[in-house]
C-alpha cells in the first residue's frame, strides 16, 4: 500500500472516531434532558448524502427504524459532523421550524443549564477522550525519555541561537531556574519563553540571557537548520537506490567526512554547508551556476574501516543527495530511559500529560494571528501529513489524541457557529435574563459560518501551494 493511502486511511479513522465522539456528546446530552434530535450525520449532507436511516432501501430492509425520531446517516463533505437539535438555530438554518409554537421537547424549551450541557458535550467528549487515550498509551506502551544528561555530544544551534550567547555543543539544563528533565519538543515552547536559560559548557554551567519579549516559536522551529538540534555524527541511515549517493558506493553506515572542501563533524555542519548552497540558488543565479552548484565535492568513509573515498557527487535536480540521515532516536537509543505504568497509574499519568499538552497548544494560539502563523494553518494534506508513513497504533493513537484537544480548543472559542459561540449566547443569556432574538442568532450564525469557511479556504489554499511549491 503506497504512503499516500497509508496516511489518508488514518487520517479518515481519526475523524471519523473524532467526529462521531463530538457529536455523541451533544447527542447523550440531549438525549438526557429530553430533547428530540432530528439528524446524527459524520459528515456534511448539502443537498445529498451518502447513507442515511431514512432511505427507502434502508426502511424496507429494516422497517421497524422508519419512525425513529432520529436520521442517522454520512455526509458527502468531509468538513465535520452535526447532530440536527430540534429548536435551535445550528448548521441546518432551519428558520421554519423556529417560526413554530415551542414544543417542550425542543432545545429553546429548555432550563439555560441543560442547554449549556448540550452545547459543551461534545468539548466535554473530546477533552476527556483525549486524556483516556493518553492514559491508555502510557498503559499499553509506557513511556520513553532522554534525559538532558544523556545527551553527551550536545547541542547544535543555527545562526540566531549563536546571537543569543548559544554555541554549539551547548546542553541546557535549566530554564528560568528550573530543570530540564528530558528532551522532547515542549523545550522549544520553554525555550520560546524564558528569561534565562542555564547550559552545560566544557563542564560548567553558563546563563544567557534571553530576549524581553521572548523568540518567536514558530520561526524556531521552521528555520533550516533549526534553532538547536541535538548533535548527531554525520552517520548515514541508509541510501536511496539509484540516488547520486549510490552511484559513487556510498553505504549504509558510512560517515561523511568532508562536503565542498569543509571538514565534517556533525549533522548540522553538512546542513550549514548546504544551507549556504541553498541560499545561493534563492539569490538567484544563472543556469550555468545553477549546473555547477549541482557538483559536491564529498569525502566518505563507508562502515568497516574502509579508506576514505574523494567523489565528485552530481546532485539531482531537487539538489539532493539521497541519503537518511540517522536520526537522534537511533544514535541514543542505548541513552533512552523506559518508564512502564500499571492501569492506576497510567490514569493520573494520562491526565497530567494531557493537561500540559493542553496548556502548550493553548499557549501557541497567539501565533495563529501573525502572519507566519495564517502561513501554517493547514487542511487535511498538513493533518494527513502528521501520521507517519507506515501504519503504527502508538503513534496514531498519539496524534488522535492531539487532535482531539485541537478540536476541544477550536470548538471552545466564542466565535458564533462553533460551539463555543453558543456557549457564550447562552452564558450572556444567564447574566441578562434575556436570551437574543432569533433573527440575531440567525445572522449571527451565518456569519461565524462564512468565517469558518474563509478559515478552511485558506487552510486549503496552504496546502495547495506546499503541495505545488
Known amino acids: 500500500m503506497s504512503v499516500f493511502w497509508i496516511k489518508a486511511l488514518q487520517l479518515i479513522l481519526c475523524f471519523a472516531l473524532l467526529i462521531v465522539l463530538h457529536e455523541g456528546g451533544h447527542f447523550f446530552f440531549a438525549k438526557l434532558f429530553g430533547v428530540r434530535v432530528e439528524k446524527f450525520f459524520m459528515f456534511f449532507d448539502w443537498k445529498f448524502h451518502l447513507f442515511s436511516t431514512k432511505d427507502k432501501w434502508f426502511t424496507r430492509l429494516f422497517p ?13 463533505i468531509p468538513l465535520g459532523g452535526y447532530v440536527k437539535i430540534a429548536g435551535m438555530i445550528d448548521e441546518s438554518m432551519d428558520t421554519e421550524q423556529m417560526k413554530q409554537p415551542v414544543q417542550p421537547d425542543e432545545f429553546r424549551a429548555k432550563p439555560v443549564y441543560q442547554r449549556f450541557l448540550i452545547m459543551v458535550g461534545g468539548v466535554l467528549v473530546n477533552f476527556l477522550l483525549a486524556l483516556f487515550i493518553y492514559a491508555m498509551i502510557l498503559f499499553a506502551w509506557g513511556r520513553d525519555t532522554l534525559p538532558m544528561n544523556h545527551i ?62 521572548g523568540v518567536n516559536l514558530l ?55 548546504m544551507g549556504r548552497k541553498a541560499d545561493v540558488l534563492a539569490s538567484g543565479c544563472s543556469h550555468a551556476d545553477s549546473v555547477k552548484l549541482r557538483e559536491l565535492p564529498i569525502v566518505f568513509c563507508n562502515e568497516g574501516g574502509a579508506a576514505p573515498d574523494t567523489v565528485v557527487l552530481q546532485l539531482n535536480e531537487q539538489y539532493m543527495l539521497g541519503i537518511v540521515k540517522t536520526p537522534y532516536q537511533y544514535y541514543y537509543k542505548d541513552a533512552y530511559v ?132
Open 338 to 469: 523506559h518508564h512502564d505504568y500499571s492501569f492506576w497509574e497510567s490514569l493520573p499519568a494520562g491526565i497530567a500529560y494531557g493537561w500540559e499538552t493542553l496548556k502548550g497548544y493553548v499557549s501557541d494560539l497567539k501565533y495563529v494571528f501573525t502572519k507566519k502563523g495564517a502561513q501554517s494553518v493547514g487542511s487535511f494534506g498538513t493533518i494527513g501529513n502528521l501520521f507517519p508513513a507506515v501504519w503504527d497504533w502508538q503513534s496514531f493513537w498519539n496524534i488522535t489524541a492531539f487532535i482531539s484537544i485541537i478540536l476541544a480548543v477550536m470548538n471552545i472559542l466564542p466565535i458564533p457557529g462553533l460551539d463555543g459561540g453558543h456557549i457564550f449566547f447562552l452564558l450572556v443569556e444567564a447574566v441578562t435574563r434575556r436570551p437574543p432574538s432569533e433573527k440575531f442568532m440567525e445572522r449571527a450564525q451565518m456569519i461565524g459560518m462564512i468565517l469558518l469557511f474563509a478559515l478552511m479556504a485558506l487552510a486549503l489554499f496552504n496546502d495547495a501551494v506546499k503541495f505545488l511549491f
Open 64 to 76: 421497524k427504524m422508519k419512525d425513529n425520531e432520529t436520521e442517522y446517516g454520512v455526509g458527502w
Open 219 to 273: 520561526e524556531m522551529i521552521e528555520q533550516d537548520p533549526r534553532f538547536l538540534s541535538v548533535n548527531v555524527p554525520a552517520l548515514v541511515d541508509s541510501v536511496l537506490p539509484g540516488s547520486p549517493a549510490a552511484t559513487v558506493g556510498m553505504n549504509k553506515g558510512a560517515r561523511i567526512l568532508e562536503v565542498d572542501g569543509t571538514p565534517v563533524e556533525w549533522w548540522g555542519d553538512f546542513d550549514a554547508v
Open 152 to 213: 553527551s555530544d550536545g547541542f547544535a544551534y543555527n545562526e540566531m541561537a549563536e546571537d543569543l550567547g548559544f554555541r554549539d555543543g551547548d546542553v541546557p539544563v535549566k530554564i528560568d531556574g528550573e530543570m530540564i528533565e528530558a528532551w522532547d519538543g515542549s523545550v522549544y515552547r520553554a525555550l520560546s519563553e524564558a528569561a534565562t536559560v542555564t547550559v552545560l559548557r566544557d563542564g560548567a554551567e553558563v546563563d544567557i540571557t534571553m530576549p524581553e519579549d
